[in-house]
C-alpha cells in the first residue's frame, strides 16, 4: 500500500474514501480541517510527482487516523466511561441535593429550586459529555486533518485539470493522481 505503481484493493478502497465527493464538497469539507485548496496554476511533472507521493501519505495517514478512532472509543468506553460512572454519579446526586436545597435555602419554591437542580445537573453532564468528545476526537480530528493536507495536491491537479487537461498518457504514470481526478470530478474527467 502506497508504494508507486499499481494500487491494490485496500489503497483503491482508502483513496475513494479520501477522495469520495464532488470537489465542491471535498474543498468544503477540507475548510473545516483548516485546509485550503486551489486549482494549480500549472501542472508539470514535479507537482504531479509530488501530488502522486501525497495521496501515498494520504493513504497511510487516513488509515492510521481510522485505527486511532477506534482505539479511542475503546479507550472512552472500556477506561474513562467506567472511571467517570465511579466518581459522577455520587457527584450528580449529591450536587442536585446541595444545588436544591440552597435553592430553598434562599427562598425559592420546591418546584423552582427542582428545575434549577435540573438545569446545574444537566449542564455539569453536558460538560462531561464535550469532555468525552474531546477525548475520543483529539488524535482522531488531527490524523483526518493531516491526511487531508496529504490529499490537498492531488484534489488542487483535478481542480487544475477542470480547466486545463491534462493528458491521459501523462496520468497514466501517476495512477494516485488520476484516481483523485475521477473521483473528485466524476463524470467530467473522463469528458475533459
Known sequence: MGEPGAMDSIERLSMALIFAGPVSLWVRAARLFGVKVVAAPAVDSSLLLRAEGDACAAVRRFALALVATVI???VLLL??????ATF???LIGEGFDLVANSALASGMSRSAAGSTASAVITLLILAFGLLNAALISAIPVYLFRSATL???PAVSVALAHRTQPIDPDRLNSYPRVAYAIERVLGGRAQRA
Open 88 to 90: 459522577v454519579r455520587p
Open 72 to 74: 479511542c472509543l475503546l
Open 150 to 152: 496529504a490529499a490537498a
Open 79 to 84: 477506561a474513562v466511561l467506567p472511571l467517570q
